[in-house]
């Protein structure tokens, strides 16, 4: 298909080109067709990593060429055998830490397909949702206030619609769209305005588009080329490990020449204390921190998204775990987002509605409890009608039960009519001619409709503005004043509807000889005719209440914000205990009134903010932080994006959520739930935990390898292990332990903590501490090995592989010590982490594999030992865990716990 100015064609030459039709569509053997032809609609990406690749970045390590060029002296000194050990082990750590970023780097690649976004079709003239990868040319597509555009499209049909065209021109004031031709030879992209091009979004209005281009074919693909993935930005925890390592390479420098220096003052070979240095250096910096970090962050977010919670940026996994207020929205999150319309208010009569869900299967009853048929009352068929008229979801039987595509409240709408025999096609005689699309601040919209001789405007929305914009009220014997007391007696059911904990929606009618020219909400939303209210009902969600009570026990206060009318939120806040005796209730009006400083005051003791608009949430996010709280914050339309980027925390939703939410978003929650929220805080505080635990046992082993060797130099005894069995220790035993400690279940109590302050050091709370001691208890058992074996006449082979074998043995030993800085082992279960099983014993068998495998004995100077010996090897191993227990039993009787 040659490329083509599509903005110059008019909708009926642009659909014949494409083969489509407008209003269906094509259908779905055309469009899997089409996906063959024209291929994926996605940007080309810079292909992953190679294996190869991979491997040639580990080897360009500073440490890993510092041992490289030891393998190379060993070799020009004649110790060849030490040489190839020593590359043996550089190339075995490399494939080790290929493995481990292959892992991260297929985990965090698994995380991005599934926070690719997605589009709505018209094929075959049903609605679909499908992977925006799936359009293809010819494919209509419908766009509402927040979506992200999914190909380059001309428009067909457009209401009040206005796309954010900044990622393509630069431009950050949105820009107007209007279907007509464009007339004009060559137009900029920025004046195309019957056009829509892929990665833009729609920041207003609702629209209709012929997809025309899709993939490296769009604007935004002619460009590609010059656009380059950014790199990922280091976490502050990475940034921190990044920071050690230096303190720590510089503190090793230090070592090493002390070291080298007291072992030559004592007379040592000069080349084997060459090697213990260059040895000891590899051992005193964790060169491996930052791959278990990265691959411990990596299957981390994984295991939040098998719980539904997709983060989109690394860091907010750290955040989550100092969260302090989790401010969230009502509907949807807090309650199921099952809306259904179950009283109606029509024409001064009330009705019950039967029937849950989606299925449009119930009954009408009167105020007496009689059934009645809702089309032979006036008052109710034009209610339901309007209802219908003026929502854009749609109804779909799935085979397997029916679900809404579009906005769950005017799905409840849709249902309602479609009990009382009300489909689309009953009311296709009644075609929409403009309309005025919502807008969260006016809390309304306005669809007009044609009748033939005239025309009919439906506005819905919040009851207490509609009203103000109404002059008359329906009653039975037809339109009659809107007087005060009438008023009064309105916003009287109104309240009684909220307080039940049900939503209330408007509904208004005008009519008029014509559509208005240009209809705005000064000019079409007034002098309204009002019809009545649906009630909905939208039930908390079973698990809402432990997650709020699970937050309050670890600290975290859960702060609900709502647009819903003020005794709706305070009835579900309070079933759900989020609202208290003494707790304040804030609204939109009453914030508009307060001054940054007043609101700074009230927001510590407000948990329920109704009627709010999505600008309040900015405000009240401020506030919030401007007391050093943590704030993870919800949302779901366009505007909550400044409010989600705002928050230390933004969560979108992934049901309701539109994509400019989600791209200003932290972490997206699929299925839209609150306890979604409080598991991925759980979660966070795992992960965070589970790191801690890996850099406590990597940094005291590294410390135990070296007090080993610096107290047996300064005590004359020369080194108590060789260099191959330092780097063996550093590389090989220690690495699947700290990796497998990354895999940690969530800890008891770990939601019964208050959170941890940001910026904390990883060293507080007494981990400095532990890494020194259990580090030197580590190092001294190896070094007693030594001492023993050397006073019992051992020679010096069978003095080292004694100390080998009980530091291999603690350090593995040790591996169970960190899992709980306070738990007992026998509380925390030694099989409840798999891995970590798996992990000592993969390390155990390496171990005596150097031991007892004659061709490995000589390389690693290793010798066999006596029974007698092993009982020495495995009684000084398990000292560390005693000691450890010890100190856990001590912690926990001084805290009387």
């Known amino acids: 298909m040659e490329e083509k100015n599509w903005y110059s064609l008019d909708v009926q030459e642009t659909c ?30 810079k292909p992953p990593r190679s294996l190869l690749s991979m491997f040639i970045g580990q080897m360009k390590e500073i440490l890993v060429l510092i041992l490289i060029a030891a393998a190379a002296v060993s070799g020009a000194l004649g110790e060849w055998e030490d040489s190839v050990v020593i590359l043996i082990i550089v190339v075995l750590n490399a494939a080790i830490g290929v493995y481990q970023e292959n892992k991260a780097e297929n985990a965090l690649r698994a995380l991005k397909e599934m926070t690719k976004p997605s589009a709505k079709v018209v094929r075959g003239g049903k609605v679909l949702q499908v992977s925006a990868a799936e359009v293809v040319p010819g494919d209509v597509i419908l766009l509402d206030a927040g979506d992200s555009v999914p190909a380059d499209a001309r428009l067909v049909e457009a209401a009040s619609l206005q796309a954010n065209e900044s990622a393509l021109t630069g431009e950050s004031v949105p ?126 977010v994984t295991r939040m998204s098998r719980r539904r919670a997709i983060i989109r940026k690394l860091p907010a996994v750290e955040t989550l775990g100092t969260a302090t207020v989790i401010c969230s929205d009502k509907t949807g999150t807090l309650t199921k987002n099952e809306m259904t319309v179950t009283q109606i208010y029509a024409a001064g009569r009330l009705f019950g509605v039967t029937g849950g869900g989606y299925a449009p299967r119930g009954s009408f009853f009167d105020r007496d409890g ?35 595509i579009g906005d769950p409240t005017e799905g409840a709408l849709v249902v309602a009519a ?73 916003l009287a059911v109104n309240s009684q509807f909220a307080s039940g904990g049900q939503r209330v929606l408007a509904l208004a009618t005008r009519l008029w000889p014509r559509v208005p020219a240009d209809p705005s909400p000064e000019t079409a939303e007034r002098d309204l005719t009002f019809i009545g209210f649906f009630a909905i009902q939208d039930p ?59 609101l700074k005051k009230a927001v510590n003791s407000v948990t329920v903010f109704a009627r709010v608009s999505p600008d309040h949430k900015l405000r009240i996010v401020e506030a919030l932080k401007y007391h050093g709280h943590v704030v993870a914050m919800t ?70 390898e070296i007090v080993a060797i610096f107290s047996s130099l300064l005590l004359g005894l020369g080194s108590p292990l060789n260099p191959i069995q330092i780097l063996w220790l550093n590389l090989v035993t220690d690495g699947p332990p700290a990796l497998a400690l990354g895999l940690e279940r969530p800890q008891k109590g770990i939601m019964n903590r208050p959170p941890r302050r940001p910026g904390e050091s990883l060293f507080s709370g007494g981990v400095g501490v532990r890494i020194l001691w259990q580090g030197i208890l580590i190092g001294l058992m190896s070094l007693s090995a030594y001492w023993l074996a050397l006073r019992w006449g051992r020679s010096l082979e069978e003095a080292r592989t004694m100390a080998f074998v009980t530091m291999a043995m603690s350090q593995l030993v040790h591996s169970f010590n960190v899992r709980s800085m306070d ?75």
């Open 635 to 704: 949302g779901d339309g366009v505007n909550d994006a400044p409010a989600l980027k705002r928050a230390d925390i933004g969560a979108a939703m992934g049901i309701t959520g539109t994509e400019v939410a989600k791209e200003a978003s932290d972490m997206v929650l699929q299925d839209d739930n609150f306890a979604t929220i409080v598991r991925a805080v759980e979660e966070g505080r795992t992960i965070y935990n589970n790191i801690r635990s890996s850099i406590q046992y990597l940094l005291s082993c590294n410390t135990g």
């Open 540 to 598: 908390p969600r079973p698990e809402a209440k432990e997650a709020v009570a699970m937050c309050r026990r670890a600290g975290i206060r859960t702060v609900m914000i709502t647009g819903d009318h003020r005794e709706t939120a305070a009835a579900v806040a309070g079933e759900l205990d989020i609202l208290r005796p003494g707790d304040g209730i804030l609204t939109g009006d009453q914030l508009e009134r307060m001054g940054e400083e007043e």
């Open 175 to 300: 820009v107007e769209k209007d279907p007509a031709v464009i007339e004009a030879g060559q137009v900029p992209v920025g004046d195309r305005k019957n056009m829509l091009f892929m990665g833009t979004t729609i920041t207003a209005g609702r629209g209709r588009a012929v997809v025309v281009e899709t993939g490296m074919k769009t604007q935004l693909g002619r460009i590609a080329q010059l656009l380059h993935e950014a790199v990922p930005e280091p976490t502050p925890l990475q940034k921190r490990l990044g920071r050690l390592g230096k303190v720590l390479g510089i503190a090793a420098g230090v070592i090493v020449a002390l070291v080298f220096s007291i072992g030559l003052w004592r007379g040592e070979d000069l080349l084997e204390m060459f090697m213990v240095g260059i040895s000891l250096a590899v051992a005193a910096v964790p060169e491996g921190l930052p791959a278990v970090v990265t691959i411990v962050l990596a299957l981390g």
């Open 16 to 45: 014949r080109e494409l083969g489509t039709d407008p209003g269906e569509g094509i259908d779905g053997g055309e469009a899997a067709g089409r996906l063959r032809d024209f291929g994926p609609n996605v940007l080309r990406e």
């Open 823 to 897: 738990q007992s082992l026998a509380a925390i279960g030694i099989g409840t982490n798999r891995s970590l099983l798996y992990a000592f014993a993969a390390s155990t068998a390496a171990l005596l594999m150097v031991v007892f495998t004659p061709f490995l004995r000589g390389p690693f100077e290793t010798v066999l030992l006596r029974p007698s010996d092993w009982a020495v090897v495995f009684g000084l191993s398990v000292v560390p865990l005693v000691a450890v227990e010890i100190s856990k039993l001590a912690g926990r009787l001084a805290a009387g716990k």
């Open 418 to 490: 479609a009990k009382a025999g009300l489909s689309r096609e009953a009311v296709a005689d009644y075609p929409r001619l403009a309309e005025i699309p919502f807008d969260s601040r006016r809390k309304m919209m306005t669809t007009f409709h044609d009748l033939g001789k005239s025309v009919r405007s439906f506005t819905k929305g919040a009851p207490d503005v509609l009203l103000d914009r109404c002059t008359s009220v329906l009653n039975r014997q037809g339109a009659a004043p809107l007087d005060d007391q009438t008023r009064d007696r309105l």
């Open 370 to 404: 009689n059934e009645i048929r809702p089309l032979d009352d006036e008052g109710l068929r034009l209610l339901l009608t309007g209802g219908l008229l003026s929502s854009d979801a749609n109804l779909e039987d799935t085979g397997k039960g029916h679900r809404v």
